[in-house]
Structure formats: structure tokens, C-alpha cells
């Protein structure tokens, strides 16, 4: 398996994005929404492909 197309290797992550998610959730109603839609947008990038990360995708560089 290549290393740079684990997406366990995003999931470490994790902890930072809960903290970004924590802040925008507490501070206001549109930051909590926007950060979903950013989410959905990460997600929806990394299931079709879009090299959003290049680092994902060596084979399409």
C-alpha cells in the first residue's frame, strides 16, 4: 500500500481538526457551518479524486 494514499495517515490528524471543529462550533453559528461544509467538501474531494492534497495523489503529478 502506498503510504502517501493511506487515508489512516490523514486520520492523525484528527486531534488538530476537533480543535479547529471545537472553536468554530463554540464562537458562532455560521463557523460551525462552514466548517461542515469544508468538511464535506474534504470529503468530497478525497472520494472523486480532485488532488486538493498533491500529496495524495504521486500517481496523477
Given amino acids: 500500500m502506498d503510504y502517501k494514499k493511506n487515508p489512516f495517515l ?3 490528524w484528527a ?3 476537533l480543535a479547529a471543529a471545537t472553536v468554530a462550533i463554540t464562537n ?7 466548517f461542515m461544509l469544508f468538511t464535506l467538501s474534504i470529503l468530497g474531494a478525497y472520494v472523486t479524486e ?4 498533491p500529496t ?4 496523477e503529478i
Avoid: C, R, S, V
Fill in 50 to 53: 480532485f488532488p486538493i492534497f
Fill in 28 to 34: 458562532d453559528f455560521l463557523m460551525a457551518i462552514m
Fill in 56 to 59: 495524495l495523489y504521486q500517481n
Fill in 10 to 12: 490523514m486520520g492523525l
Fill in 15 to 17: 486531534p488538530a481538526y
